[in-house]
């Protein structure tokens, strides 16, 4: 299978019996990955917990791209005519976190909408960092983090406004300019994706860097 599902320390383990994989993701808006394996060498449930990190990496592409990477949520025993029984990963993408989480109460502004997307994110992500998701510091963009040409300030108060963090900083980045000749189809709009690293990369729509590297 050209898939393969890593895991443990540094993803130094590769999972040998996995026989479908199914992946529900998009960009800018993460969802979930389904991976089942079968018990051909015990059972393959006492080897994951809820929270353990994984990733899937296509091993038929130079280089082995990393194409999803999260935590465990689920894991359920299936049974499958062919393998009989099997072990099922749900894992959520590590962006997902935002997917379902209400807009607090605060407002956040900063200059920019790249630093009001980081601030937003910073006062509602359970961990920041190589275990959650990795930032710079607000205002100290980086080559993965690319600034707004606009640099006034965007004020953003989450009260009674019925949507998610991932709604929000989903819409702040779609109406964020990255030209100072702004039409009114062209010149504008941000995409944003974790790469394998947990790095948060925030680039003009139509700039897609090199795939993560497995």
């Known amino acids: 299978m050209p898939v393969n599902l890593e895991y443990g320390s540094s993803f130094g ?10 992946i529900v993701d998009e960009i800018n808006f993460p969802k979930y990955a389904e991976i089942d394996i079968a018990n051909l060498n015990g059972d393959r449930k006492l080897v994951y917990s809820p929270g353990d990190e994984i990733r899937l990496v296509d091993d038929d592409v130079t280089d082995d791209p990393v194409i999803f990477r999260g935590k465990v949520e689920k894991i359920a025993t299936p049974t499958d005519s062919t393998f009989g029984s099997l072990t099922r990963l749900i894992a959520r ?8 989480m209400q807009f607090n109460d605060s407002a956040y502004s900063e200059n920019g909408a790249d630093a009001t997307i980081n601030a937003i994110i910073r006062g509602h ?3 920041i960092g190589a275990t959650g998701i990795n930032l710079p510091a607000v205002d100290s963009n980086t080559s993965d983090f690319e600034s707004s040409t606009h640099t006034g300030a965007w004020t953003i108060t989450g009260k009674n406004n019925s949507k998610t963090v991932l709604q929000t900083i989903q819409e702040l980045a779609a109406a964020d300019l990255w030209s100072s000749t702004y039409q009114l189809t062209e ?13 948060f990369h925030y680039h003009k729509n139509g700039n897609y860097p090199t795939a993560p590297i497995g």
């Open 13 to 22: 383990t590769t999972e040998t019996h996995v026989i479908n994989v199914r």
């Open 93 to 100: 993408d590590n962006l997902a976190e935002l997917a379902t």
């Open 187 to 199: 010149n504008f709009g941000f995409h944003f994706y974790l790469d394998e690293d947990n790095d």
């Open 125 to 127: 992500a359970k961990t």
